[in-house]
C-alpha cells in the first residue's frame, strides 16, 4: 500500500512539474512536442564535431631581441591578419629560438608599456600607418591589445600575441606589419 501511494504522489508531482508526456511545462508548453525536440545535451551528442583548426602561418621573421644577458633569438609567426567590418585584427606567435628572450616592455609605446601597443599596420596603398586602437582617449585608454609584462621566455616557450586596428580601404588586400625588436613583415595578407 506504502508503494502504491508513493508512486501515486511521484506521478502528481511530476505531471504538477510538467514532466509527464502530454502535461503542460511551467513556461505552457507542450510536453509532448518539446520531448520530441531534442535537448542541448543530445544535440551535442549528435552534431558533427567541428574539424580542428590548424594554425596557418602566412608570414614568419626571426629576430634577436633584448640586450646584455637577456639577449635571445625569437621567431615570430603571424597566424592571421582578419577584417571584420571597421577593424582588422592581427594575431601572432612569438617563439624562443635561442637564449632568453625578453618581450617584458620592447613592444610598448613608452618604457613602462607592457602591451603591444608599438606594432602599427603600414597601407603602402595610400601611405598610410595604423596605430592599434584604443578603447577610448585620453591618457587613460587603454590599447585593444596583448600585454607583454612579465614575458622572459625560455627557448622553445612561445607566447600567443593580438592587436586590433581600423581597418585599411577594402581595396587593400595587403598591408607591411612593423613590430619594434622585430622589424617589418612585408605583403601579409588581410583576409
Not at 158 to 180: G, R
Request: proline share 6%.
Amino acid at each position: 500500500m506504502r508503494r502504491t501511494i508513493a508512486l501515486a504522489v511521484a506521478a502528481v508531482g511530476l505531471a504538477g512539474c510538467g514532466v509527464l508526456p502530454g502535461q503542460q511545462g511551467s513556461g505552457g508548453e507542450s510536453r509532448s512536442a518539446a520531448a520530441a525536440a531534442p535537448t542541448p545535451v543530445e544535440q551535442q551528442a549528435t552534431a558533427p564535431a567541428a574539424p580542428a583548426q590548424a594554425t596557418q602561418v602566412i608570414a614568419t621573421r626571426e629576430a634577436s631581441t633584448g640586450a646584455g644577458d637577456m639577449y635571445g633569438k625569437a621567431r615570430v609567426d603571424i597566424t592571421s591578419l582578419k577584417r571584420q567590418g571597421r577593424t582588422v585584427t592581427l594575431n601572432w606567435m612569438i617563439t624562443a629560438t635561442d637564449g632568453k628572450v625578453n618581450m617584458h616592455n620592447g613592444m610598448g609605446t613608452g618604457t613602462l608599456d607592457y602591451t603591444v601597443s608599438g606594432v602599427s599596420l603600414i597601407d603602402p596603398v595610400n601611405a598610410k600607418r595604423y596605430r592599434v586602437a584604443r578603447n577610448g582617449t585620453g591618457e587613460d585608454a587603454k590599447c585593444v591589445c596583448s600585454g607583454t609584462q612579465g614575458q622572459f621566455m625560455e627557448p622553445e616557450q612561445a607566447s600567443s600575441l593580438y592587436a586590433v586596428f581600423a581597418a585599411p580601404p577594402p581595396d587593400v588586400t595587403k598591408v607591411n606589419i612593423e613590430m619594434p625588436m622585430i622589424g617589418v613583415f612585408t605583403d601579409v595578407p588581410i583576409s
